[in-house]
């Protein structure tokens, strides 16, 4: 046997080395997003005059939750193209680069104080992460091997890297805003995304072996979008389906406005392609799976639908009623969206091992499981709202601790639904459709950033404790009907989990792992 280890094959604290490429990568871009993502809001209902960070645009808080929710959708919808222009053409590994140039062009755009430039920017933004993100992630899933128990520590690794990015960004955006300004924000984002694409590129040599676009000599095993949006047409229930939803899309342009039409438009072409892909799997097996895959894109939209009132409406709430004083001092309200980034960091590891070890004691720890639950964990997170609500509505303020507690809550739900579900798509996903289903999954988050606008938009009418009273009911509900028939939806993923196992270091196993793969 060969003494060399190629650079790929290399490992560093228990996991390869490119995982760690990755995750600086990654680092740097989420340092980028949630630098912007936290200023956005507040930049917008910030008047033009009189504000020591500088001008804003002067919008309603209405106005602006409506556009946070439609940059916050498209940023995850353009994942579903960005997972196919993967697939198709150039792989994951290009798509990363290029998506991260866009970036850098985008968070450079910002910089400048023009209207154009805010539109501009945060197109190009919307383009890159679309590129980057679903491929990112599912160059992490390529890492390991079919089976190994570590994939899903790899992945809560990786999302520490996310959060460490969202961390840091809301801790040192909020000091240079401050400082120098909104714009100057900006920057500094766009200087994060710059690292992230050094990094990146630098570590392509612990890469080699994932994310390449490599062209099948089996022609059944080639992506053909086109054929199978052609085979449509000749699939009849698919295509009345499909229909239906057409007609539907119109009447939400009539009623509701172009962008909701273009939107029901985008999600109609979406779904024909998954019932024809789910037409095209060769067997039941492929069929269930992915069937259950899309069922668990509800949870992740409905999750995300609640959880993203961090960047929207809890932003606003904490700026105008929490009393943010600390020791004399004012604490920015940027800074309190670190506090799942904290958390997060602290929780993750600690959270992925209660897991591994349920699991490997023969006690329920399947990827559905954790999802339900989080759903729920995180519904409790808006109870805490409940009571900061009524405590505004009796003394005019509310206790920061109720935030603390909240993201607390909202960040023990996230551990146990994101990463889990980033994992759970590397396993259940045929090889070929791997970036488009990493896409669609991304693009479930942005419908659920949509749903997340839209219920904050509707405060200014109910009033914030009605809303977060709503969402503590709603998700706890939606979580325990997911437990209750948590059963039979294991059934149909037919054991994808089953047979999991820690695969480090397991030399003398080739024979028998090579069988369970090949299973």
Known sequence: MSQTIDKHEKELFGHPVGLYILFFTEMWERFSYYGMRALLTLYMTT??????????????????????????????????????IADKLIGQKKSVLIGAIVLCLGHGVLVLTDTWAFYTGLG??????????????????????????????????????????????TIFVALVVAKKGWHAGFGLAGIAMVLGLVVYIWGQQFLTHVGNHEVSVNKDEEVSYGQLYGDLLTSKPQFLITLLLVLA?????????WGYGMLFLFITGIAALMMMIYKELPN?????????????????????????????LMNLYTDEKTNRMLLGMEIPTVMFQSLNAAFIIIFATIVAGIWAKRKLKGREAGSLFKMALGII?????FLFMVFAALEYQQTGSSNMLWLVFAYLFHTLGELCISPVALSFITKLT???????????????TGLGNKVAGIIGESASEYGEYTIFLGIFVFTVVIGGLFVAIMKPLKRLTHGAEDNERDLVHDDNKGPEIEKFEEA
Request: hydrophobic share 50%.
């Open 377 to 381: 964990i995180m519904g409790f997170g």
């Open 430 to 444: 045929p090889i070929k459709y791997a970036s488009l289903m990493m896409g669609v999954y991304f693009a479930a």
């Open 47 to 84: 008047a033009t005059i009189g504000d020591d960070r500088g001008p804003g645009l002067g919008w309603s808080e209405t106005d602006a939750l409506a556009l946070y929710g439609w940059y916050t959708m498209l940023v995850y919808v353009m994942s579903i193209p960005g997972g196919m």
């Open 284 to 312: 039941k097996v492929y069929q269930d799976r992915f069937m259950v895959l899309l069922l668990s894109f509800i949870m992740v939209i409905i999750f995300w639908g609640a959880f993203e009132q961090a960047g929207g």
């Open 124 to 169: 190009l933004v919307i383009l890159g992460v679309g590129l980057l993100k679903p491929n990112i992630s599912t160059m992490v899933g390529g890492l390991y091997k079919q089976g190994d128990i570590r994939r899903d520590k790899g992945f809560s690794i990786f999302y520490i890297g996310i959060n460490l990015g969202s961390l840091l960004a």
């Open 249 to 257: 899309s119109g009447l939400g342009w009539y009623f509701m406005g």
